[in-house]
């Protein structure tokens, strides 16, 4: 097994980069690759052969649809049956961090929709996937660059760390903006929207945009689903993550230093540095959510390097990227599923 001393060094997000990432793509490779919310593990969602590629290296059930990316809008067209509801989201939430199912077309391979009629389209906002979209000419699968159920990458090291030998091309775009995956949306129902997976992308913006309602769906599930990201237990890392209300007190380490507590906001007390000492950690400065969601996952993959026993974690208040911040630990805290 190669280490990773001999794995090749992260393409650059430059000329050579990008179009070696395009080529890779075009010849049937997979590359991880960034996108505003998490790195994604990115193939030809038209090859059938190169997205089983994907679920190989993830170790993803094949019961797990795939989110296939788009450059633009037109291109929506050429997977899916459009709806009259997608262009109200063009221009406020597209290109960005909203995922959207629609009805499929045939060209699209049962194995990116988990041999459903239905396909999860996003067209996202990071530059670099955008330009990779365009050099490769291809849709792209690319769900999240880490183990099925794992803890998601918001930057190239992490989908390196995690993945090693198994994904030697990454193209590093730097730290991801929103650090959550996409909201995802289910746009084919007569009447209605329903919400399949919170995100930064709230329901109440979508209602604005939109003028409908916006229903929620929780699953917990146990055979193929409308989207990813809607198992009961999800996002996981190794380490007991055990969760507290907002605002409620992390229960004191029970052996000395080996449960870490985590805060949503830095707290001020000095009893709480002599309290927990070097298991303290917090999300945020002021307890911004946005600051928030771009560090949940990297503070989780940082916490299950460390020697503890469990993690504490503050939850937030579950209102606006609050709901999309508690989605995920909630599926993380999650035991057995």
């Not at 329901?203 to 945009?209: I, N």
């Not at 937030?316 to 909630?330: K, Y």
């Amino acid at each position: 097994m190669p280490t990773f001393e001999e794995l090749p060094p992260f393409l650059r997000n430059d000329a050579v980069g990008l179009a070696r990432a395009s080529d890779l793509l075009r010849e049937g490779g997979i590359v991880a690759l960034p996108t505003e919310t998490v790195y994604g593990l990115a193939a030809n969602a038209l090859d059938e052969q190169a997205v089983r590629r994907i679920f190989a290296a993830k170790g993803r059930p094949l019961i797990d649809p795939l989110i296939v990316h788009v450059a633009s809008l037109e291109e929506v067209g050429q997977i899916a049956e459009l709806s009259p509801l997608l262009e109200k989201l063009v221009g406020h939430f597209w290109p960005g961090p909203l995922t959207v199912v629609l009805r499929k077309k045939e060209n699209v391979p049962g194995l990116v929709t988990a041999g459903m009629g239905t396909v999860a389209v996003r067209l996202p906002a990071h530059p670099v996937m955008r330009e990779v979209l365009r050099r490769s000419g291809c849709f792209l699968a690319a769900p999240s660059a880490n183990p099925f159920g794992y803890v998601s990458p918001t930057c190239a090291q992490h989908v390196r760390d995690s993945l090693g030998h198994k994904v030697p091309w990454i193209l590093d775009g730097g730290l991801c903006q929103h650090g959550l995956e996409s909201t995802i949306i289910h746009l084919t129902e007569a009447a209605g929207v329903r919400l399949l997976r919170p995100g930064p992308v709230s329901p109440e913006a979508l209602q604005d945009v939109l003028g409908v309602s916006v229903s929620v769906t929780h699953v917990a599930k146990t055979a193929s689903s409308l989207a990813p990201g809607m198992l009961e237990r999800h996002y996981s890392p190794r380490t007991q993550l055990i969760l507290r209300c907002e605002g409620e007190a992390p229960v004191p380490p029970h052996t000395s230093g080996r449960e870490a507590v985590v805060w949503l906001r830095r707290p001020d007390d000095a009893a709480g540095s002599e309290t927990y000492g070097r298991a303290r950690f917090w999300l945020s400065e002021d307890g911004s959510l946005e600051e928030a969601g771009r560090n949940v996952f990297a503070l989780l993959r940082c916490l299950d390097n460390g020697d503890f026993t469990a993690v504490h974690m503050e939850l937030t208040t579950g209102l606006g990227l609050g709901a999309a911040i508690n989605d995920r630990l909630r599926r993380a805290a999650a035991r057995g599923g």
